[in-house]
């Protein structure tokens, strides 16, 4: 049942977005998930949450928009989110990435831009395979690894990678790659 919520909230932000024009990515567990399950939709793993890409610029109409479609805009330790009327929790809530902004302070590189994207299944806007295993790699945390490890799993990231990416984080998704044996 949490995962159809999931689904549900996911459909309707990104569907009210696209239909207003306004631009936005996937990004997050979500979109690992979109992204594995272009491969092997037996691999996919569920997320509680929604992470969404945003340019500051668009900021009025997003909240506009998903103030119809029954999400209300918070702000809480500076990240900006929709939580939907019906489970105004905050982590199930829509949560809001910057485009072109760094995600945390001591992040060395900025998110990608909402520009970076590609639409999956003919549905969702996620972001670029390249800026989501750098946002993942910066991120660092233990469910980064593993979606990471999910995506290499499946074949959608291997060692090409790693020359598009910085060096700092080519050398961490190296040891990804060896563990996997890719």
Request: proline share 6%; net charge negative.
């Amino acid at each position: 049942m949490a995962v159809d919520e999931v689904t549900d909230r996911l459909e309707r932000i990104c569907t009210a977005l696209r239909e207003a024009g306004v631009p936005y990515a996937v990004v997050g567990g979500q979109a690992v998930a979109l992204w594995v399950a272009t491969r092997d939709p037996s691999a996919v793993r569920t997320t509680k949450d929604v992470d969404l890409l945003l340019s500051r610029a668009d900021l009025p109409r997003a909240r506009a928009t998903a103030s119809a479609a029954e999400f209300d805009y918070f702000e809480m330790l500076g990240v900006g989110m929709f939580l939907d009327r019906r489970n105004p929790n905050p982590r199930a809530g829509v949560h809001l990435v910057w485009s072109g902004e760094r995600v945390r302070p001591e992040h060395e590189f900025p998110a990608p831009t909402v520009e970076q994207r590609e639409r999956i299944a003919g549905t969702f806007d996620v972001v670029l395979l390249d800026g989501l295993v750098q946002m993942k790699l910066q991120a660092g945390r233990d469910q980064d690894r593993v979606h990471l490890r999910d995506l290499i799993d499946v074949g959608l990231v291997d060692r090409s990678l790693l020359d598009r990416l910085p060096p700092a984080l080519a050398a961490s998704l190296e040891p990804l790659l060896t563990e996997l044996g890719r």
